[in-house]
């Protein structure tokens, strides 16, 4: 599904991925745990293809294609999704008319028929029951005023709404209670599929015990060092990233 | 919702080149001479068959502006007009005051079908809704060509016809309105444009009587070297109701046209008016080579006791815009609002704004503006809020927010206060906001294009200004905005 081979990225001159190499199959979710400054978050812009990134060596592909010769938004089209660490506010834009904008422009995108308003109102409906999204939400500007929980929820909403291909989740566990992370991850879980991927980018592993990834990454300095089942996540957990801090200047 | 969606699949359909309304129509004019004079201003009220008071009232006022001076504190630059370069009138030759559809100049109502205005009302009435019709005065260049449902209307009590046509048959009424909100001296284009005036529209609405359609005039310069002097005058009698609304385009031109109008409005007791504009003159080239330059004084007087008097505007063109429709709220209780989206784009130059002026007991004023500045463009607010000493419990809100796309554009606000009444409530807010990377990457993100983030974002920008437009209105305003900001991003 995905292919990520040798990939150098910097940021005004400042390298942040040194030859990054991973590989994320079809139905697989795959967890990717690190330090601070690793990179984590470099990694999901870059895949979602944020300007001011420099791709300086090394290719993404998602099905065979070629991920960084498309803009961000032929890239959604595609399948890619980024659930944002802090999502964006857009005065005066109702939360409703965000989603059917955005679907029905991915619909469009693929050469598809746009949505039917019933059709669209009963989906979003649905999606946002599960998520415990109250409906005078959606009538609100999207995320103006959400608490960090809410907009979270919204994010995984966008989601479940637009059926992306590819995942990936930025830190969405930072700033959620118990009880958001609860509703968040079982929405998250609700979309597994063997048609679908999940790269789940978090610190801690308290999350994943609520959507548990069938492979662990560990990543410092700009790339991937050590790989492994989900264990891995629980000895982490335990001893910390020092032993991967060895040879870094202190 | 739908509006949105309009307003990308318009973005999209869009070429390299944005205004749309710049053809030109082929038609044998009549024009005065070349300049002003004493002799032009006769020619002019000559050719509208005017009475001896109408002519006095025109020289004097050209007398007057003799003694003038050009404004020059408005935040706009450019090159010096030369007021004798211009023909103050131009007239299509072949009948130039039909009376029916039927004598008008066929490629004149086919350049007003191009426009999306039909003018024949069996084309108005199909399929529409008796109450969504609108009753339309077509202004071509100096003269009114066409004015639709007068018959119907008339039926109700309400007088809507050429101004040029109201002098001659309702002489005392324009006697007793004209000049009566923005005086003859008021200010240097509103004086030049009392000499020179041409052609605009008349509305009277009698005591008690709600208008039973949307009045509008559309205006369009086509002539070349021409200005646009336009003059409507609108009249709510006590307890009545009109809502009016003004479009405008012009051809494609390498210079640049003037048009200077005034409008006054006059809601007496108990009566509202609300009056919307959707201006659309031809903005000028991305190198600033050619446009409007719209100079125009719009005034209303809430002269009777809970008058309401509201104006709505979505500025798009014009190359230098200087405009500040006003509200005098003389009688007791009586209301002013303004909402206005103005947007620039390429090399445009904005300086817009309001003035209420709080005279009455218990006056109540509300200003809502949103400028969107894009490309080179510089787009100012310019308000002014004041209280006399009579005016106790005079309550104001404000509210101006400008929206930058990109880094070369300038947005600047420039309210002025004045309160000489201690009970007065002013209220004044203000916020600058530039679309973020961030809003646009998180927009793409979820697979909109960059216009397609841009429009979603200042639609929601301006939406608490469309919501006051009647509802087609809004959805085409919506549009031109969009068309507007084509190629702002990137």
Same mark, same amino acid.
Do not use: H, W
């Given at each position: 599904m995905l292919e990520i081979k040798n990939l150098h990225v910097q940021i005004e001159d400042k390298r942040?991925?040194?030859g990054l190499n991973l590989t994320v199959n079809k139905g697989e979710i795959a967890a990717i745990m690190g330090p601070n400054g690793s990179g984590k978050s470099t990694l999901s812009y870059v895949l979602a293809g944020k300007e001011d990134y420099e791709v300086l060596d090394g290719e993404i592909l998602l099905d065979g294609e070629n991920?960084?010769?498309?803009?961000p938004d032929e890239r959604a089209a595609v399948g890619v999704f980024l659930a944002f660490q802090y999502p964006l506010e857009i005065p005066g834009v109702a939360s409703m008319t965000f989603l059917k904008a955005t679907l029905n422009a991915q619909r469009k995108a693929r050469g598809e028929e746009e949505l039917s308003t019933p059709d669209f109102i009963k989906r979003v409906n649905a999606a946002a029951q599960q998520l415990e999204i109250p409906k005078d939400m959606l009538k609100r500007?999207?995320?103006?005023?959400?608490s960090g929980g809410e907009k979270k929820r919204m994010e995984i909403l966008q989601m479940a709404l637009l059926q992306p291909s590819f995942c990936i989740l930025d830190?969405?566990?930072?700033?959620?209670?118990i009880d958001a992370l609860r509703i968040v991850s079982e929405g998250v879980n609700a979309l597994r599929s063997p048609d679908r991927a999940f790269l789940v980018i978090t610190h801690y592993q308290r999350l994943l015990n609520h959507i548990v990834p069938d492979t662990v990454h560990v990543m410092h300095s700009g790339r991937i060092v050590k790989s492994g089942g989900k264990e891995l996540a629980l000895e982490l957990e335990a001893s910390g990233y020092a032993e991967y801090r060895t040879g870094e200047a202190a | 919702m739908p509006a949105v969606q309009e307003t990308i699949d318009q973005v999209r359909s869009i *070429?390299? +080149?944005?205004?749309?309304?710049?053809f030109e129509t082929e038609v044998e004019m009549e024009k005065a001479p070349k300049g002003l004079s004493e002799d032009v201003i006769r020619f002019i009220s000559a050719k509208k068959g005017e009475p001896e008071w109408m002519l006095q009232w025109r020289l004097d006022a050209y007398k007057r502006w003799l003694t003038m001076k050009e404004p020059n504190w408005a935040r706009v630059s450019y090159d010096?007009? +030369?007021?004798? *370069?211009?023909?103050?009138y131009a007239a #299509?030759?072949?009948?130039? %005051? #039909?009376?029916?559809? *039927?004598?008008?100049d066929p490629e004149i109502v086919r350049t007003y079908e191009k426009l999306g205005?039909?003018?024949?009302e069996q084309e108005i009435l199909a399929g529409v809704e008796p109450r969504n019709r609108v009753a339309v005065d077509a202004v071509f260049d100096s003269v009114s060509v066409a004015t639709t449902f007068k018959e119907e209307l008339k039926k109700a009590g309400v007088i809507f016809m050429p101004i040029s046509e109201a002098i001659r048959e309702y002489p005392e009424l324009v006697k007793q309105y004209l000049?009566?909100?923005?005086?003859?001296? +008021?200010n240097y284009f509103a004086t030049l444009n009392s000499a020179v005036f041409t052609d605009g529209s008349f509305v009277y609405v009698p005591p008690g009587?709600?208008?039973p359609m949307e009045l509008s005039t559309y205006f369009r310069i086509n002539e070349k070297n021409t200005g646009q002097f336009e003059r409507t005058l609108i009249i709510a009698d006590k307890g009545s109701y009109v809502s009016y609304l003004e479009g405008c385009t012009a051809p494609k031109r390498d210079e640049n046209q003037l048009h200077a109008a005034v409008v006054e409005l006059v809601a007496l007791d108990d009566a509202e008016i609300k009056y919307s504009t959707v201006q659309n003159w031809? #903005?000028? *080239? %991305?190198?600033?080579k050619g446009g409007i330059y719209n100079f125009v004084t719009k005034r209303g007087d809430c =002269?009777?006791?809970?008058s309401v008097i509201t104006w709505t505007q979505v500025e798009t063109g014009s190359a230098i815009t200087w405009k500040y429709p006003s509200?005098?709220? =003389?009688? +007791?209780?009586s209301r002013g609002e303004f909402y206005s989206i103005a947007v620039s784009n390429g090399m445009q130059q904005v300086d817009s704004g309001t003035k209420m002026i709080h005279l009455g007991k218990n006056t109540t004023s509300r200003i809502i503006s949103k400028g969107i500045a894009a490309g080179k463009s510089d787009n100012t607010y310019r308000g002014l809020v004041s209280a006399h =000493?009579?005016?106790?419990?005079a309550r104001n809100f404000t509210n101006c927010d400008s929206l930058l796309i990109g880094n070369e554009c300038g947005a600047h606000t420039v309210p002025y206060i004045e309160s000489k009444n201690a009970s007065a409530v002013f209220e004044h807010e203000a916020t600058t906001s530039k679309i973020s990377e961030d809003q646009m990457f998180y927009c793409q993100q979820r697979g909109l294009s960059e216009e397609e983030a841009t429009a979603l974002i200042v639609n929601g920008f301006v939406k608490d200004v469309l919501q006051q437009l009647p509802m087609e209105f809004a959805v085409e305003a919506q549009k031109l905005i969009s068309i507007s900001l084509e190629g702002s991003v990137g």
């Open positions: 942040i991925l040194n991920l960084l010769e498309m803009e500007a999207l995320n103006v005023g959400f830190e969405t566990d930072s700033g959620l209670d | *070429d390299v +080149d944005q205004y749309k309304y710049g010096k007009i +030369d007021y004798n *370069d211009i023909y103050y #299509p030759k072949k009948n130039p %005051a #039909p009376k029916s559809l *039927d004598e008008v205005i039909p003018l024949r000049g009566s909100v923005v005086p003859v001296t +008021d009587v709600r208008c031809y #903005p000028g *080239d %991305a190198q600033g =002269r009777g006791k809970n509200c005098i709220l =003389r009688g +007791d209780n =000493r009579k005016a106790t419990g």
